[in-house]
């Protein structure tokens, strides 16, 4: 009888010592399987966003003649000469008289930079009416603060001071 138990003790002794040798390789195996679930799972996810980032990049090319537009609107520099020059070319299609324009860059780091504007014309009322539209409809991108009129003192030749806002990067 001592052979029967012998064989059931070492058996038992032999699962154990089995089951005590492989217990912490099968966790380890059980962590290695769920880190790979997980960087499967992020490798999906940067798939994805990357998809959506080449999706976003073909739908800006569709922009792009809009965005060069905005670049028109909001130039990269303040450049004074072209500004007189678009106001310029504003009031004389308007056909009012450009007589005074004053400018002055607002200083700071802040992106767009306000170009605060002091424009004084003269003309009859639908050349004003005119530079109002005009102005708002021009490329660059211009903000009417205020206005001024002065009442004509002979004619209908009114002159009017406009409060306006640039902005440019």
């Known amino acids: 009888m001592n052979r029967p138990l012998f064989s059931i003790v ?6 154990l010592t089995a089951f005590l ?9 059980q962590f ?3 880190e790979k679930r997980s960087k499967a799972t992020e490798f999906e996810n940067r798939e994805e966003y990357f998809a ?3 999706s976003l990049q073909t739908q800006f090319k569709n922009f792009e003649p809009e965005l060069r537009k ?14 007189y020059q678009l106001l310029q070319e504003i009031a004389s299609g308007s056909g009012v008289v450009l007589k005074a324009i004053s400018a002055q860059v607002a200083k700071g780091d802040t992106a767009p930079k306000a170009i605060d504007l002091q424009v004084t014309v003269a003309g ?6 005119q530079f109002l ?11 009417i603060d205020s206005v001024s009129f002065v009442s004509p003192k002979t004619g209908s030749s009114f002159e009017v001071s406009f409060r306006m806002q640039a902005y440019s990067y």
């Open 52 to 54: 959506n980032l080449t």
């Open 32 to 34: 290695l399987q769920e």
């Open 70 to 83: 905005l670049d028109y609107a909001l130039p990269q520099d303040s450049s004074l000469p072209s500004l």
């Open 124 to 129: 009859p009322y639908e050349s004003l009416k």
């Open 133 to 143: 539209e005009s102005s708002q409809n021009a490329w660059r991108l211009l903000f």
């Open 10 to 15: 070492f058996l038992a002794g032999a699962t």
């Open 21 to 29: 040798f492989t217990w912490p390789s099968l966790r380890d195996f």
